[in-house]
């Protein structure tokens, strides 16, 4: 097994190692380790099927499903991102992904199969590093605060579409809005992480609007200061596991009108604190 390192801050490309293969206790632990130590891992040449990915992301826990997304025939716990010329991806602004649920994931693992020819890179940013980042008393000020996140709000763009709401109507009943805490403490590294992001967070609680406008404002920005990033330029069956709770992704929309195909499940995870 090869570890190439992709930045700084997070990520590492990791070679050697066939995933479409029953893979060890050993194996799979040291996966975990590489996953938890980079935040964001990385695998080319893994031609999975549906099955053996299903069976990969299991080894990481529980999985959840998405109450948005068209979902593979016989997984629905394997969601389509899917972006062509005449429905183009909405999703443009750095996120963590359903942190509109009590326990947001802990770790998603993305498949590429449909890549273009140019551009549809991925960018992650370490929340680990961008709270070490902060000064004392910044920590200290954020240390208590909630924010809210919201299905609805990082669905606006879906809501608003003809038919949007009653698509989506379940989802939304389904998934009110919830608070977690803004510095929340990884529960395997025991470090603490930056929980929020500007898809899904609406508010600081306990805050005036204007006050609450202003820390997201600058803490989206200093989450994403290049120095906490790194970036992924993809090809066919390429494999990106992250964790979901130390890091924030954003996707490169830089290729329409080609065609871009993934593959996604996540894995659960325990209520932030």
Same mark, same amino acid.
């Given at each position: 097994?090869?570890?190439?390192?992709?930045?700084?801050?997070?990520? $590492?490309?990791?070679?050697?190692?066939?995933?479409?293969?029953?893979?060890?206790? $050993?194996?799979?632990?040291?996966?975990?380790?590489?996953?938890?130590? =980079?935040?964001?891992?990385? !695998?080319?040449?893994?031609?999975?099927?549906?099955?053996?990915?299903?069976?990969?992301?299991?080894?990481?826990?529980?999985?959840?499903? =998405? +109450?948005?997304?068209?979902?593979?025939?016989?997984?629905?716990?394997?969601?389509?991102?899917?972006?062509?010329?005449?429905?183009?991806?909405?999703?443009?602004?750095? #996120? %963590?992904?359903? &942190?509109?649920?009590? #326990?947001? +994931?802990?770790?998603?693992?993305?498949?590429?199969? &449909?890549?273009?020819?140019?551009?549809?890179?991925?960018?992650?940013?370490?929340?680990?590093?961008?709270?070490?980042?902060?000064?004392?008393?910044?920590?200290?000020?954020?240390?208590?605060?909630?924010?809210? #996140?919201?299905?609805?709000?990082?669905?606006?763009?879906?809501? $608003?579409?003809?038919?949007?709401?009653?698509?989506? $109507? =379940?989802?939304?009943?389904?998934? +009110?809005?919830? %608070? =977690?805490? *803004?510095?929340?403490? /990884?529960?395997?590294?025991?470090?603490?992480?930056?929980?929020?992001?500007?898809? !899904?967070?609406? #508010?600081?609680?306990?805050?005036?609007?204007?006050? %609450?406008?202003?820390?997201?404002?600058?803490?989206?920005? /200093?989450?994403?200061?290049?120095?906490?990033?790194?970036?992924?330029?993809?090809?066919?069956?390429?494999?990106?596991?992250?964790?979901?709770?130390?890091?924030? /992704?954003?996707?490169?929309?830089?290729?329409? +009108?080609?065609?871009?195909?993934?593959?996604? *499940?996540?894995?659960?995870?325990?209520?932030?604190?």
């Amino acid at each position: 097994m090869k570890i190439k390192h992709l930045a700084g801050a997070l990520g $590492a490309e990791i070679s050697g190692i066939d995933l479409t293969s029953n893979l060890t206790s $050993a194996v799979y632990q040291s996966i975990r380790a590489l996953l938890i130590e =980079h935040e964001v891992i990385f !695998f080319r040449d893994q031609d999975l099927s549906p099955a053996q990915q299903y069976a990969l992301a299991s080894l990481f826990g529980p999985l959840q499903t =998405h +109450p948005a997304y068209a979902t593979l025939e016989g997984f629905p716990e394997i969601t389509i991102l899917e972006s062509t010329a005449e429905k183009p991806s909405k999703i443009e602004c750095w #996120h %963590s992904d359903m &942190t509109f649920r009590p #326990h947001p +994931p802990m770790a998603t693992l993305l498949r590429s199969k &449909t890549i273009p020819e140019k551009g549809g890179d991925t960018l992650w940013s370490s929340l680990t590093a961008a709270y070490d980042g902060l000064s004392p008393k910044m920590q200290n000020f954020l240390a208590d605060l909630t924010a809210v #996140h919201d299905f609805s709000y990082g669905f606006k763009e879906s809501l $608003a579409e003809p038919g949007g709401s009653e698509r989506l $109507a =379940h989802a939304v009943a389904d998934n +009110p809005p919830v %608070s =977690h805490p *803004i510095i929340r403490t /990884h529960p395997e590294t025991r470090k603490k992480v930056i929980f929020v992001n500007p898809l !899904f967070t609406t #508010h600081i609680e306990g805050l005036s609007a204007a006050e %609450s406008r202003a820390i997201l404002r600058f803490l989206y920005g /200093h989450n994403t200061t290049p120095e906490y990033t790194c970036r992924f330029a993809w090809e066919a069956n390429c494999i990106a596991i992250w964790d979901n709770r130390s890091t924030q /992704h954003k996707p490169i929309n830089d290729y329409f +009108p080609a065609y871009r195909y993934l593959e996604r *499940i996540v894995i659960n995870g325990d209520k932030p604190y």
